[in-house]
């Protein structure tokens, strides 16, 4: 029995994948004065590559058909994990950067 696999996005989804790990990093460490990172970036980046990642789960999807091959396991398990990190990027960027206001050095002068 062979089975042909349809692997030809596997790098684009790893290289997303990678990306925005980096951004879960960048996310980790607490905000400065001038920060590079912010929650706008953040939110964008996250937005635009699980936009680009559900665009090639289709364009593959539709390869698979025309060609009549399977799919490959592993290209799904990214996408997933791509969404995942799309979805904790924002939230893991708020939860660490929001502001204390018990502690605030706010003064009313």
């Not at 001038?34 to 090639?56: K, M, N, Q, R, Y």
Request: charged letters at 15%; zero cysteines; glycine letters at 4%.
């Amino acid at each position: 029995m062979n089975i042909e696999v349809f692997t030809q996005f596997r790098l684009v989804f790893g290289l997303i994948l990678v990306f925005l790990g980096l951004f879960l990093v960048l996310s980790l460490l607490p905000k400065g004065r001038d920060a590079i990172v912010t929650f706008f970036s953040v939110l964008a980046v996250s937005i635009t590559h699980a936009l680009i990642a559900i665009a090639l789960i289709i364009t593959e999807n539709m390869f698979l058909e025309d060609l009549s091959l399977e799919g490959d396991s592993l290209t799904f398990y990214m996408f997933l994990a791509i969404l995942a990190l799309a979805i904790i990027n924002p939230i893991v960027y708020k939860l660490r950067n929001k502001s204390n206001r018990r502690g605030s050095s706010y003064s009313f002068r």
